[in-house]
Every structure is written in structure tokens, then in C-alpha cells.
């Protein structure tokens, strides 16, 4: 059973007494307000449907009243097709990862959060029922409490993006004080994030970026920022790292992040090939190869260089997500927001990410 404080005018709902304490009169959810993908293709397709299901709650999960949900590069590339192997036979599907909103219910075994708590999270890449909606329904792991200090907007740009840095620097890597670290790809908001980590770890930290954020990088943290546009990222990058988290992924990054490893040193790539080989030749033949090449690349590296090579994903962590809204609260972990769009021009938001007209984060205002 759902309940919530307030009705939305978007949101069917049906007037229950509250058993609680309280004396509030409460709600239960049955449909809102949610961004639909029908069929993979061009922004064109998202429609914004004014009556979408609410699905029942389990005994773990938490239905979160959206303030505010970024939107990531992953959700582009699955409304394109990205991942079709696994969504294609559940369309329609809602996207969206990141969200920042307040507690509307909870389920029964959920202990650390409570209704009309400010709380922000992101679901897991694979999750069927995004967050661009009015009401989205995460598990207790995924979501923690919102700092007072940051705005439902700027929460919103940070999640998803910084525990995909805290899987592969804290939870892969395992960082320490005082070791180097190479974030190839340092402009973007897991590079950004990574960087803000690893300052945060105590570690010596390098990054590769486009010009015009150089001066932002170095505002962090970093001590040398690598404007590929206008050096020799080699001759530039001196000595050699403990980890290298490459953002970019391609052979050429990935050549020069492993050269600059010490032996025992941890390279991770966010461009791992399983979904994409999966969509190619379908789950059955997919998944078994990227997982061979995922295993010859590891065994080729550790034999020629000594080092470990990742194929990195983000993964819902609660200790993760924990030390990610410490660092937030204590201003050492942000994500600047470039642009918002109100949920209802959620085409206009995606038409602007998918032609480069908006570089940086982009967040939907849920109103």
C-alpha cells in the first residue's frame, strides 16, 4: 500500500485514513505523469502520458515523489536502441536513471528513510521503469537523504554519474591516499566525479580534457589537466599511475592509460562491450563472447604489463551513495547543471544532448 502527503493534479488517487499516529489524510498513487519510449529511435518518440501505472511496492523499495531527474548519456543511448537485447521485449519502457524528490511511501522492510524525506538516488542501468515521471519506485539501497545545502536540481546531476566513479576508483581500484590516478576523460560527469573522489581519497590526480574545462578541473583538484585539443597527451603525462579510469574508451586511450600503469595497476573503461556485442548477436551468443574477450583482455594485459583491466558499470551501493552525499553536503562533490527543461519538453532536452548544442548536464524539472 502507497501512501503520500499531497496530490498532484497529474497523479490519480483515492482518499484513505491514516492508521499512522498522525492525523494526516493521505493518499494512495495509482497513475501519474511519466515519459514513455514506445520504440527505440529519435527524441521524437517520447511521449508524455499523463495516466502511466504505478507499480505496487515491495517490502524494499521506496516510492520517491521526483523533483528533479538528469539526463545521462545512457538514457540517449537506449531510447536509440542501446541495450535493445535486453529492453526491446518490454517496451515500452520509461528512462531515466538519477532522480531527487521527496518520500512518498515506503515498503514494509524499509528502515532508513521515512515519508516526506528530501532523499536523492539513481537506479540501476538495467532498471525497466526509469525516473522521468512524477512518482519512481527505487529500492532502499539506491536512494539516500538529500543534503539541505544542494537543491533538488543539483542533487539530480550527481548519482548516477558519481557511483559509477566510486565502482571502479573505490570498489575496483580500491584508491588510497597518496597513490596517482589518471581520469582520462576528466570533463565529463564521471570523469568530473572520479576527480572529485579521488581529491577527496588524498590522491595525486591527472586528468585529459577538452579546453574549455581545463580551468574547472584544476579548480578541483587535479594537479595537471591535459588539454588533449592542443598537447601530446604522451610526451604531456609523466610517470606512472596506480589506476586509470578512461572515459572515452577508445584503442587510443586505451593504449596510452595502460603504458602509464605501474605493475599491480587498475585500468577500467567505461566502454565495455557486453551490451553492445549482446544487441548484435542476441544474449545467448552475446554475453558468452564479451565475456571471453572481457577474460582474454585480462589474462593478454596482466601477462604483458602486469595489471588489471575492468570493464566498469555503475552499481547501486549504499556505502557508495553514503560517502557520495558526505562529500556533496561538505561541497567537495558537485556536478554543475548546464541546462534544465520541464518534463514536458523532454524531446527538446534530448534533441539538444544528442546534437551537442548542450555540453554539459542536463535536468528535467518535474512541476
Known amino acids: 500500500m502507497r501512501f503520500l502527503k499531497s496530490q498532484s493534479l497529474n497523479t490519480k488517487t483515492r482518499a484513505l485514513k491514516s492508521h499512522h499516529s498522525s492525523d494526516w489524510i493521505r493518499c494512495i498513487v495509482t497513475t501519474c505523469r511519466a515519459v514513455v519510449l514506445p520504440r527505440f529511435g ?5 511521449e508524455l502520458r499523463p495516466n502511466v501505472e504505478v507499480p505496487d511496492l515491495k517490502p524494499n523499495e521506496v516510492l520517491v515523489r521526483a523533483r528533479a531527474v538528469s539526463i545521462n548519456p545512457l538514457d540517449t ?4 536502441g542501446y541495450g535493445r537485447s535486453i529492453f526491446e521485449p518490454l ?6 536513471r538519477d532522480i531527487s524528490g521527496e518520500v512518498a511511501a515506503i515498503g514494509s522492510n524499509v528502515r532508513s528513510l521515512s515519508v516526506g524525506q528530501e532523499v536523492f538516488g539513481a537506479l540501476h542501468p538495467t532498471a525497466v521503469r526509469g525516473t522521468y515521471a512524477d512518482y519512481a519506485v527505487l529500492s532502499e539501497d539506491e536512494l539516500t537523504p538529500k543534503p539541505a545545502s544542494v537543491t533538488h536540481v543539483e542533487a539530480s546531476a550527481i548519482p548516477f554519474a558519481a557511483l ?5 576508483l573505490k570498489s575496483t581500484a580500491r584508491i588510497t591516499e597518496g597513490q596517482r590516478v589518471l581520469v582520462v576523460g576528466g570533463g565529463g560527469a564521471v570523469g568530473y566525479s572520479a576527480i572529485q573522489l579521488a581529491v577527496a581519497a588524498g590522491c595525486h590526480v591527472v586528468t585529459t580534457c577538452g579546453s574549455q574545462t581545463v580551468a574547472r578541473l584544476l579548480a578541483a583538484g587535479v594537479e595537471q589537466a591535459v588539454d588533449y585539443t592542443a598537447e601530446d597527451t604522451e610526451l604531456a603525462i609523466k610517470g606512472t599511475f596506480d589506476a586509470v579510469l ?3 574508451g577508445v ?3 586505451e593504449r596510452i592509460g595502460i603504458n602509464l600503469l605501474k605493475r599491480g595497476g587498475h585500468y577500467m573503461t567505461l566502454q565495455g562491450e557486453a551490451a553492445s556485442l549482446t544487441d548484435r548477436y542476441g544474449i545467448a551468443v552475446g554475453l558468452p563472447l564479451a565475456t571471453a574477450i572481457l577474460m582474454k583482455k585480462q589474462v593478454q594485459y596482466r601477462y604483458s604489463h602486469g595489471i588489471e583491466y575492468w570493464w566498469t558499470y555503475m552499481r547501486a551501493d549504499s556505502e557508495g551513495l553514503y560517502e557520495i552525499r558526505r562529500l556533496s553536503e561538505a561541497g567537495k562533490l558537485k556536478i554543475p547543471v548546464e541546462k534544465t527543461f520541464p518534463i514536458s519538453q523532454v524531446r527538446e532536452a534530448h534533441d539538444a544532448k544528442d546534437k551537442n548544442l548542450i555540453i554539459g548536464k542536463v535536468v528535467l524539472d518535474i512541476d
Open 42 to 46: 529519435g527524441p521524437e518518440l517520447l
Open 77 to 80: 543511448r537506449m531510447r536509440s
Open 91 to 96: 517496451l515500452p519502457i520509461i528512462l531515466g
Open 164 to 168: 559509477t566513479a566510486w565502482r571502479a
Open 246 to 248: 578512461d572515459t572515452i
Open 251 to 253: 584503442p587510443e586511450t
